[in-house]
């Protein structure tokens, strides 16, 4: 089972939860939000899946994203992941102080997108500790 040798993989104990909710995530190709997968999965506890997203996202099965909504959302992290943006640069955000820097020479690659999607914006930032605070 694919699933299970995922979990595995990444020393996440293959419990039934874990499994039905990997196996939604590689069913979908798109972010989805914390409502989004207790409402496909009805059945499921939602202090599990909050507990099962956390855990997935510790141990980088899928990651968090800040689209602007307000609400968090969560996708499947492929090995052939490509986030890339366009003339973009990263932001560095202290845990510690609070302060987001610019990292203005660390520019992101572009990307090549779909002919009728047009770019707006787009972000990473970089979590840990500042020099000031280290």
């Known amino acids: 089972m694919e699933e299970e040798h995922l979990l595995k993989k990444r020393k996440i104990k293959p419990t039934a939860s874990r499994i ?3 196996r939604y995530f590689l069913e979908k190709d ?3 939000s914390l409502k989004k997968l207790e409402n496909d999965l009805d ?3 939602k202090s599990t899946l909050y507990r099962t997203l956390k855990t997935f996202e510790k141990q980088k099965i899928i990651h968090s994203i800040d689209d602007g909504t307000g609400i968090k959302k969560y996708a499947l992290c492929l090995e ?3 986030c890339e943006s366009q ?3 990263f932001h560095f955000h202290c845990t510690v102080c609070e302060e987001t820097f610019c990292l203005n020479n660390q520019l992101m690659p572009s990307i ?4 009728t999607f047009i770019i ?4 990473l930032v970089i979590k840990g ?3 000031n605070c280290n």
């Open 20 to 22: 039905l909710v990997l």
């Open 30 to 32: 798109y972010a989805v």
């Open 43 to 45: 059945r499921s506890e």
């Open 80 to 82: 052939s992941c490509n």
């Open 87 to 89: 003339d973009l640069h």
């Open 112 to 115: 090549e997108l779909p002919t």
């Open 120 to 123: 707006s914006s787009a972000n």
């Open 129 to 131: 500790t500042c020099s």
